[in-house]
């Protein structure tokens, strides 16, 4: 088992903050973490997962272990029975989401392509139910198979035992020591080695997200001027010109990691009853707000910060980004990056403004280590 000693964290976050890990060991197979738990120096070590880094704000260095997930392969699974409605796609937790994405488009397997160019790896994905216009993990979920550092044994999680939420779900809870069970975290103890991905034979394009939307008419527009459909007629487009969109959409208003630091979106959407949304419309009508089926309301949070003025700020080398306020940025590189605590002051600052004028706390998305 090699542990490499006192590593950079910095090309392994997406949001390029300088940090060290005491220790570190790549996760190629599964003999490497059934290699810890057997070795009584590293077995009782608090242990972190780290995928592909992206959801992930360093203020320190990192003390517990590192176990960095390189565990690869993607395969289409036989078919469960004649009958199948979905097939089956089984992946390495060390697999780049993206490229998951990519992959099963060109196999003639669509269903993830409102997901493209989700930064991270496929076992990050479930760890925070990653959703994307209109489309979230959960509901192209099979199972996954994961490695509890507890009792070293491999074990098969279904969706509901994976417990998704928003932004959510068992591994980003602490863990217990108990027996599993329901209703319990995983964080630190499970460790994600592949997951089972459900794509439904019988595809339908998912385009109700308003961006989604908009690209379709213009497409459609398109065409009808070229004389190629009749405005009544127009075809339905395909899950390669939904990826392309998707693609779009995600270059034009979120920041590429390898060029511009960031984690993605800072906060969750907000949820708040009708009453709540009611009190802030009479005073801020154009708030953007979507109903939920629970009957409660989901606010845009990149609106609330946007409004609050923030966009384009910044504190220290830590900025909010000009195009979409939800994402912060590292406006520095290398040896001058924005340091963690950068990243949470304005974070902080974030908050307070937002609370100060809407009464609403913003809760961060990623994790703060
Ligand atoms: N808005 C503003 N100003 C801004 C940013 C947004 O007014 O600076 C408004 C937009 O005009 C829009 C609304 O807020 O009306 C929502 O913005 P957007 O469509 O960009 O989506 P979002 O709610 O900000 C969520 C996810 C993203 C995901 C997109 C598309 C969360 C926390 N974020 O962002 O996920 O890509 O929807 O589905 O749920 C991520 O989790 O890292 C992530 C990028």
């Given amino acids: ?155 098969t999680l279904n969706a509901a035992q994976c417990g998704f939420g928003y932004r959510d779900s068992v591994f980003k809870h602490p863990a217990s020591t108990s027996a599993l069970g329901s209703g319990m975290g995983l964080a630190g103890r499970a460790v994600i080695l592949r997951v089972r991905m459900r794509l439904p034979k019988a595809w339908k394009p998912e385009l109700d997200y308003l961006d989604l939307t908009k690209k379709r008419e213009a497409w459609i527009a398109e065409q009808v001027a070229q004389g190629q459909v009749s405005a009544g007629g127009a075809p339905q487009p395909s899950a390669q010109q939904i990826f392309d969109w998707v693609c779009e959409i995600r270059r034009a208003k979120l920041p590429d990691p390898s060029q511009i630091g960031n984690a993605g979106s800072f906060f969750k959407n907000p949820t708040v009853t009708p009453e709540q949304c009611a009190d802030i419309i009479a005073r801020d009508p154009k708030i953007v707000h979507y109903h939920l089926d629970d009957g409660r309301i989901k606010l845009a949070a990149g609106w609330l910060i946007d409004a609050c003025g923030w966009k384009g700020k910044s504190i220290g080398r830590a900025g909010v980004y000009e195009k979409q306020a939800l994402v912060l940025v590292n406006r520095g590189q290398g040896e001058h990056a924005a340091t963690g605590g950068e990243v949470m002051t304005l974070a902080r600052a974030i908050q307070t403004s937002v609370y100060e004028r809407f009464g609403i706390r913003l809760e961060p998305e990623p994790l703060v280590l």
């Fill in 1 to 155: 088992m090699l542990v490499e000693k006192n590593v950079s964290l910095q090309p392994f976050n997406t949001f390029g903050i300088m940090a060290r890990a005491q220790a570190l060991l790549r996760v190629q197979h599964l003999s490497d973490l059934e290699a810890v738990v057997a070795d009584p120096s590293w077995r009782e070590v608090p242990k972190l997962v780290l995928g592909g880094g992206s959801n992930l704000v360093f203020t320190g260095d990192v003390k517990p272990l590192v176990l960095k997930i390189e565990l690869k392969g993607m395969r289409l699974l036989p078919e469960e029975t004649p009958d199948a409605k979905a097939h089956l796609v089984e992946v390495g937790a060390g697999e780049s989401w993206h490229g998951l994405v990519a992959w099963t488009l060109a196999q003639g397997l669509p269903g993830l392509e409102n997901m493209a160019l989700i930064p991270g790896t496929v076992g990050a994905a479930p760890v925070q139910n990653i959703g994307a216009y209109g489309v979230e993990l959960q509901d192209r979920f099979d199972s996954l198979d994961a490695f509890d550092l507890l009792t070293g044994q491999v074990f």
